[in-house]
């Protein structure tokens, strides 16, 4: 079975430009979550759905950061404008849940991003 | 913030050693969650251990859960160079399905 797919895998770009990253969950999972990584501040969780509904938005840093699902199959993490400190690695995750019990998170192999 | 706190920060054996992560959380949990993250990859799952259990085993991997002392420990019998990574442990807050991870154990496994 395919895993979470994320793309791009690279993106360098120049501060103030517009970036999009994509992701493409595993087929049947009901959660998704955008994660960021960088050496100074470790996994932090930016935002997760469930169902395809936004359910804790409490990560994102700024109102320059906004994600969107359309569809159990598709979502994006948008940054607009985008400055050097957003440089880092993005993942996205996605699960199966059911009642309130956690499950194990799959991981895309993240895009790593780079604010000129 | 980060809820689970690993240590050690870095560990560096031979092959064939074992290795031992310990994790601290602050908060009551569901659930704890062991991680590994290979380099420039994504992290992957390893095992799951519920607040009610206190040990449970998956191969060379044995989990310690003491909820009492809010820690968890991840031991790695007869270690492999491919056991070379990073290793998380994660916990979620006792509802919903948000997970917090700790800041890693970067373990080194020389042949």
């Known amino acids: 079975d395919a895993g979470v797919i994320q793309s791009p895998r690279h993106e360098v770009t120049e501060m103030g430009q517009e970036v999009t990253l994509r992701c493409k969950p595993i087929?049947?999972?009901?959660?998704l979550f955008w994660y960021r990584q960088t050496m100074m501040r470790g996994l932090e969780l930016l935002i997760y759905?469930?169902?395809?509904?936004?359910?804790?938005d409490s990560g994102m840093p700024e109102d320059r950061f906004s994600a969107k699902m359309p569809n159990a199959s598709f979502s994006t993490l948008k940054i607009q404008p985008s400055e050097p400190r957003d440089s880092a690695v993005y993942f996205c995750?996605?699960?199966?849940?059911?009642?309130?019990?956690?499950?194990?998170?799959?991981f895309g192999d993240g895009t790593r991003l780079s604010i000129l | 913030s980060q809820q689970g706190e690993e240590d050690p920060q870095a560990l560096s054996i031979q092959e064939g050693e074992n290795a031992t992560m310990n994790c601290s959380y602050k908060?009551?949990?569901?659930?704890l969650q062991w991680y590994r993250q290979n380099s420039g990859r994504g992290l992957v799952h390893l095992i799951l251990?519920?607040?009610?259990?206190r040990e449970k085993h998956s191969g060379r991997l044995r989990v310690t859960l003491d909820t009492s002392k809010k820690s968890s420990s991840l031991l790695i019998t007869a270690s492999r160079a491919a056991d070379t990574a990073s290793y998380f442990c994660?916990?979620?807050?006792?509802?919903?399905?948000?997970?917090?991870f700790g800041a890693g154990t970067i373990l080194r496994v020389k042949s």
């Open positions: 251990i519920r607040s009610n259990e």
């Open positions: 994660a916990t979620d807050m006792e509802y919903g399905n948000k997970l917090v």
């Open positions: 087929s049947g999972h009901n959660s």
């Open positions: 908060t009551s949990i569901n659930n």
């Open positions: 995750a996605s699960s199966l849940v059911w009642t309130d019990d956690n499950q194990p998170q799959h």
């Open positions: 759905f469930n169902n395809n509904v936004p359910i804790d």
